[in-house]
């Protein structure tokens, strides 16, 4: 019998869950989803392959779960970076930063674009795991709209549009020129939606 981590039997499944999405991350930061096996998954996260099988029945089904998991932790975060923070604009800059501060290994892995190598009906479950985020960004520039913030304009190509910008842009690590990467982003969209809001002076 395998040797059991953690406190309980749950812990222990939670744990070997974390382990394989921890080397999958990894993995993907390498190389392309379509060159790892599941194989490649146990060996990295240093568990056996039967305890892979115990989990997702294959490779699609664990990058399911990965990204699940990832899109749930990043909306609880962007929540709370937007608790009090009340005028639209300001909600918008802070939804920009925190997209720059998300690495999405699923938009930034090397190899083919992930919409071209998974099955159809795993492309739609992503797309569903995409629309928890967008539904915050809607309520956002939707809020804007009402109260005149924003001039009034079909909501759903806006929505598409800036996470369309945002999503898999590639930030510096350089902080002064992070920060002027992420400045111009904001002003950028910021004037898409129509605010005429100046930029932020820098400090």
Same mark, same amino acid.
């Not at 709209?145 to 842009?169: K, W, Y």
């Given at each position: 019998m395998p040797k059991?981590? +953690?406190?309980?039997l749950?812990?222990?499944?939670?744990?070997?869950?974390?382990k394989l999405f921890t080397a999958l991350s990894t993995l993907m930061a390498e190389r392309g989803f379509d060159t790892i096996t599941l194989a490649d998954i146990a060996a990295a996260a240093g568990v +056996?392959?039967?305890?892979?099988?115990?989990?997702?029945?294959?490779?699609?089904s664990l990058l399911l779960g990965f990204i699940t998991h990832e899109t749930e932790q990043y909306a609880h975060t962007l929540e709370r970076a937007l608790d009090g923070v009340e005028h639209?604009?300001?909600?918008?800059?802070?939804?920009?930063?925190?997209?720059?501060?998300?690495?999405?290994?699923?938009?930034?892995?090397? +190899?083919?674009?992930?919409?071209?190598?998974?099955?159809?009906?795993?492309?739609?479950?992503?797309? =569903?795991?995409?629309?928890?985020v967008e539904?915050?960004?809607?309520?956002?520039?939707?809020?804007?709209? =009402?109260?005149?913030?924003?001039?009034?304009?079909?909501? =759903?190509?806006?929505?598409?549009?800036?996470?369309?910008?945002?999503? +898999?842009?590639?930030?510096?690590d350089e902080p002064m020129a992070r920060e002027r990467t992420v400045r111009a982003t904001e002003t950028f969209v910021l004037r898409a939606v129509g605010t005429r809001v100046p930029d932020r002076v820098p400090a």
């Open positions: 059991i981590i +953690g406190k309980s749950h812990e222990h499944r939670q744990m070997t869950r974390q +056996g392959r039967t305890a892979v099988y115990n989990h997702f029945h294959d490779k699609e639209p604009v300001e909600q918008l800059r802070t939804y920009i930063r925190q997209q720059a501060q998300l690495t999405r290994v699923f938009h930034l892995a090397p +190899g083919p674009e992930l919409r071209s190598v998974l099955s159809r009906a795993t492309q739609a479950r992503l797309r =569903e795991h995409a629309e928890i539904s915050i960004l809607r309520r956002i520039i939707s809020q804007g709209i =009402e109260t005149g913030v924003f001039p009034p304009q079909d909501l =759903e190509p806006t929505v598409h549009l800036v996470n369309a910008c945002l999503s +898999g842009r590639l930030i510096p």
